[in-house]
C-alpha cells in the first residue's frame, strides 16, 4: 500500500502503479482538496486497477474523528469528536459517531479506514495517543472497540484496528523516536491486550503494528512491526487472529532511523504482516517494492495474498451515491455527540456566561504544528467568529502553546476582563503554558478553563470557577463548547479517564 504526493492521478503515477502492481493507497491531507476532488481520485484509481487487470485498490485512510481527520474544508461537518470524546458522550454515541464516518467514507470512494484506536491512554504523558484513545480501563475500552468495530463494518467499511500489541503507556512519539515499554506478558494480558480480543470477536478485518519496543519480552530486541514473536506467535498462533496485518508507516523514526526503509519493509513481511506502509516519496516506495521482489523466495506471500483478497472482494465495494438528507442528518448526528460529550470537571460556580459581558477576554492557546498524525487544522479563527457573534466587545488572543509569547499583554488583558476564558492545549507537557496558565488565573478570578485537548490539562487549575474538558477540538466540538458556555446546551459529559 503506497502514498501518493498530491490530489490527482497523474500520468506518471498511473504507470508506476501498474508497473508496480499496487494493491493499495493510503490517503492524506495533500491528496484531498474537496468531496468531488477526492470522489474522481478515487474513482480514477479503481478504473485503472480495473483496467489492467488487478484486483481492486484497498483505499484507505487515518479518519478517527477529533485531532486526526484527513476531510477536506467542505466536509468539517462531518469530522466526528474525538474517541475520548465520544466515550464521555457515552456508549452509543461511539456506534453513531462510527457509522458516520463510515458513510461519509463510502461516498469518497474510500473502504477502509485505520482506526479504531485499541490503545489504553494509561500514561497521561503520552504524546501520541490522548485523546485517541476511549480511555483507560481495558474492560470499557474493549467493549468501546467492539462497539466501534461492529458500526463500521455494518456500513461495509473495513476497519484497521490499531496499535497492536498497544501504544498507550509511552512517553515517546513513535514518530520522533522508538518507545520502549517495560512491562511482562502478564501485565500485557491484562491491560493492552484485552481491546484488541474484544475487536477480533467482533470481526475486526485488519490490525495495525506499533512501533514499541518491550525488551522483557522480545529477546531480539525487535520493535513489535518487525518482531516474529509478536506479528506471529502472539498474535496469529496464541490470540488465533486471521485477518490482514498491517506495518505502521514505516518512515516513522522508531523504524526509519534504525532500519533502511526497503531493509525494514521485507523485516515486518517476514515477521508476519500482510501489508507494508513504507511511504515517502515514490523513488523510496519503488525501492521498498522492487526489495519484496529480491526476497520474494523467503516470504510467505500466497498466504498474506489470500487473506488481502478476502477483504478486497468484501469490501471494495462501489461509492456510495449521494444523498443529501443523510449528509445533513449525518451532521447533526456529529453535533449532537460533541454537545454530549463537553464535559464539566468539578465545581461551576460561573456558568452560564451572559452575552452583556462588558470585557471579555479569550486567550486561546494555538498549537501550531501538534502532531505527526494531524493535518494543521486550527481551531481559533472559529472559536473567535462564535464567541464574537456573542460578544461583540469581544478580545480574543492567541499566543504558541509551545513557545508562549507576549506575556505581559496576556495577564494585563486578563486583570481587566470582566470575564476570562482560556483554552490550553497540551499545557501539562509544556511548563512555560502551564506557568503562564497560573499568571493569569491568579490576575482573573472569573475564569473557564478549557482543555481543548488532553483533559490531564485541568489539573494545573483546580482552583478555577469552570473547568471544562473537550477531548479535541473539530469544527463540532468547537460549536458545541460555545453552546455549553452559554448555557445552550445541558453539560453532561462523564470523564474517561482519571484528572488528578
Not at 458522550?89 to 457509522?99: E, P, Q
Not at 518487525?226 to 508507516?249: H, K, N
Not at 515514490?282 to 483478497?309: G, H, K, Y
Request: proline residues 8%; contains cysteine.
Amino acid at each position: 500500500m503506497l502514498a501518493l504526493d498530491g490530489p490527482e492521478l497523474d500520468d506518471a503515477t498511473a504507470r508506476f502503479l501498474v508497473e508496480m502492481r499496487v494493491g493499495g493507497i493510503c490517503l492524506f491531507g495533500r491528496n484531498i482538496t474537496s468531496a468531488e476532488q477526492v470522489t474522481q481520485l478515487t474513482r480514477d484509481l479503481q478504473d485503472l486497477a480495473a483496467r489492467h487487470g488487478l484486483p481492486p485498490l484497498l483505499i484507505s485512510i487515518d479518519e478517527e474523528g477529533g485531532r486526526v481527520s484527513r476531510m477536506p474544508a467542505d466536509g468539517q461537518d462531518w469530522i466526528t469528536p474525538s474517541q475520548m470524546a465520544q466515550a464521555a458522550a457515552g456508549d452509543d454515541a461511539i456506534g453513531v459517531a462510527a457509522g458516520i464516518v463510515a458513510r461519509r467514507l463510502r461516498k469518497l470512494g474510500i473502504n477502509m479506514d485505520f482506526t479504531p484506536v485499541a490503545d489504553l491512554n494509561n500514561n497521561p504523558a503520552n504524546p501520541a495517543i490522548g485523546t485517541r484513545s476511549f480511555g483507560t480501563d481495558p474492560e470499557t475500552v474493549a467493549r468501546r472497540v467492539a462497539i466501534a468495530v461492529r458500526a463500521y463494518l455494518a456500513e461495509n467499511i473495513a476497519p484497521c484496528v490499531k496499535h497492536f500489541p498497544g501504544h498507550g503507556d509511552t512517553a515517546v512519539d513513535s514518530h520522533l523516536g522508538l518507545p520502549v515499554v517495560y512491562h511482562n506478558r502478564a501485565h500485557l494480558d491484562r491491560f493492552e491486550l484485552a481491546p484488541f480480543r474484544a475487536a477480533f470477536a467482533a470481526g475486526v478485518p485488519a490490525l495495525m503494528s506499533a512501533h514499541i519496543l518491550y525488551p522483557q519480552l522480545e529477546p531480539s530486541n525487535l520493535p513489535a512491526t518487525l518482531s516474529p514473536l509478536f506479528l506471529t506467535r502472539l498474535l496469529r498462533e496464541e490470540l488465533g487472529y486471521t485477518g490482514i496485518v498491517f506495518s505502521d508507516a514505516l518512515n516513522m523514526d522508531a523504524i526509519a532511523q534504525y532500519y533502511p526503509r526497503p531493509d525494514a519493509t521485507v523485516m515486518t513481511l517476514k515477521a508476519g504482516a500482510d501489508i507494508a506502509l513504507p511511504l515517502g516519496d515514490m523513488a523510496t516506495q519503488q525501492a521498498c517494492l522492487e526489495r519484496i521482489v529480491e526476497r520474494a523466495d523467503e516470504l510467505d506471500l500466497d498466504t498474506s495474498l489470500a487473506r488481502i483478497l478476502a477483504v478486497k472482494e468484501k469490501f471494495a465495494l462501489p461509492p456510495l451515491p449521494a444523498d443529501p438528507d443523510r449528509e445533513r442528518a449525518d451532521a447533526r448526528l456529529a453535533a449532537e455527540v460533541a454537545c454530549r460529550s463537553v464535559t464539566l470537571v468539578g465545581k461551576n460556580s460561573l456558568l452560564p456566561l451572559s452575552g452583556a459581558e462588558a470585557r471579555p477576554v479569550v486567550v486561546d492557546f494555538e498549537l501550531p504544528v501538534a502532531s505527526f498524525v494531524e493535518e494543521g487544522r486550527r481551531a481559533g479563527p472559529l472559536l473567535a467568529q462564535l464567541l464574537g457573534e456573542r460578544w461583540p466587545n469581544l478580545q480574543f488572543l492567541t499566543t504558541s502553546a509551545l513557545v508562549p509569547e507576549n506575556e505581559a499583554e496576556l495577564v494585563a488583558a486578563a486583570r481587566e476582563a470582566s470575564v476570562l476564558v482560556v483554552v490550553v492545549r497540551n499545557a501539562q507537557r509544556v511548563p512555560a503554558q502551564a506557568a503562564l496558565l497560573e499568571k493569569l488565573l491568579a490576575v482573573q478570578p472569573r475564569a473557564v478553563v478549557v482543555a481543548a485537548r488532553d483533559p490531564y490539562d485541568l489539573s494545573l487549575a483546580p482552583a478555577a470557577p469552570v473547568r471544562l474538558a473537550l477531548y479535541g477540538d473539530p469544527p463540532v466540538s468547537v460549536r458545541a463548547l460555545v453552546k455549553a458556555l452559554f448555557g445552550e446546551i445541558t453539560i453532561t459529559g462523564q470523564l474517561p479517564v482519571k484528572v488528578n
